[in-house]
């Protein structure tokens, strides 16, 4: 199985363990998507000119997720600050995905490998949505994030065949509402599948609803990724399962169980690296100001 994601590549930097993380949610997918059998992993994305991009490069190198296709700009990798909080993530601040704004290139030939590929992961905060018109052939994922926007699910949703959401602090009601509304602008063939952090997951598919409770007795080290890891690993394994309604309840249990296995990981997927206060100090008056 090959696939790609499209979008965002992060340094998450935790401030209070002066460590770094590689994350964002598009490079999640394709890292996370090596950690399972016979998944063929590439990202397309950019990168900066500065001191994080060797990093970004190293560590995609040490989990076989090629890169070739990506662009080198001059600008800053993009990066967020964090602090842990009882295993709980705190933002600080970000420079708003650096590079990432200057737009993503998608030659011909990157074209052609990702409409050969099985799955094609796009996001929220990708800056990718003007080439979703241009996928033909594999099933493509929307990572909508806290869905703050309804204009662009409208604009996007009819290229989408898994679409999905986190609604971490959302009770029941709130979560059919929402999807009552989805409904009025979803293509009939979309799968809907919502992460709901201590309530599990749920998948809706042509008006039924597959529901998995959350994993128990797991101690969170860093919620960082988990989001990411649910996705990556439900998607993955309904499609080796023919993307079929009989697999659902199958890939959203291994999903449960992946996601949870995040949990007890540091930053999105773990491979941390040291970082010095000068440099914190230096991305402090990098982060985007309103």
């Given at each position: 199985?090959?696939?790609?994601?499209?979008?965002?590549?992060?340094v998450d930097v935790y401030v209070d363990q002066r460590k770094m993380y590689l994350g964002g949610n598009a490079l999640n997918f394709v890292t996370m998507a090596t950690s399972f059998v016979d998944v063929d992993a590439s990202y397309i994305g950019n990168f900066g000119d500065d001191y994080l991009v060797s990093y970004v490069k190293q560590t995609l190198a040490q989990v076989s997720v090629h890169f070739t296709d990506c662009q080198s700009l001059q600008g800053s990798s993009g990066f967020a600050l964090i602090r842990l909080n009882?295993?709980?993530?705190?933002?600080?601040?970000?420079?708003r995905g650096g590079v990432l704004r200057q737009g993503i290139q998608l030659n011909s030939s990157a074209l052609k490998k990702v409409n050969?590929?099985?799955?094609?992961?796009?996001?929220?905060?990708?800056?990718?949505?003007?080439?979703?018109?241009?996928?033909?052939?594999?099933?493509?994922?929307?990572?909508?994030?806290?869905?703050?926007?309804?204009?662009?699910?409208?604009?996007?949703i009819q290229y989408v065949d898994l679409a999905c959401f986190s609604m971490g602090k959302a009770r029941d009601q709130e979560v059919k509402e929402f999807l009552d509304k989805l409904g009025t602008i979803i293509p009939d063939q979309t799968v809907v599948l919502i992460t709901r952090g201590e309530y599990g997951a749920l998948v809706s598919w042509q008006g039924q609803v597959f529901n998995v409770g959350a994993k128990r007795g797991v101690k969170a080290v860093d919620t960082l990724g988990a989001g990411d890891a649910f996705i990556t690993a439900f998607?993955?394994?309904?499609?080796?399962?023919?993307?079929?309604?009989?697999?659902?309840?199958?890939?959203?249990a291994i999903a449960r169980d992946f996601s949870a296995q995040q949990l007890e990981v540091p930053g999105s997927f773990g491979h941390g690296k040291e970082v010095n206060e000068?440099?914190?100090q230096e991305l402090e008056r990098k982060v985007w100001k309103k």
């Open positions: 199985m090959k696939v790609f994601a499209i979008g965002d590549n992060v009882a295993g709980d993530r705190q933002f600080l601040g970000s420079n050969t590929s099985d799955l094609v992961h796009f996001n929220l905060n990708g800056n990718a949505d003007e080439h979703l018109s241009k996928i033909n052939g594999p099933k493509v994922i929307y990572d909508y994030s806290d869905y703050s926007s309804w204009e662009q699910i409208k604009k996007t998607s993955i394994h309904l499609a080796k399962l023919g993307w079929r309604k009989e697999g659902v309840e199958t890939a959203l000068n440099l914190i």
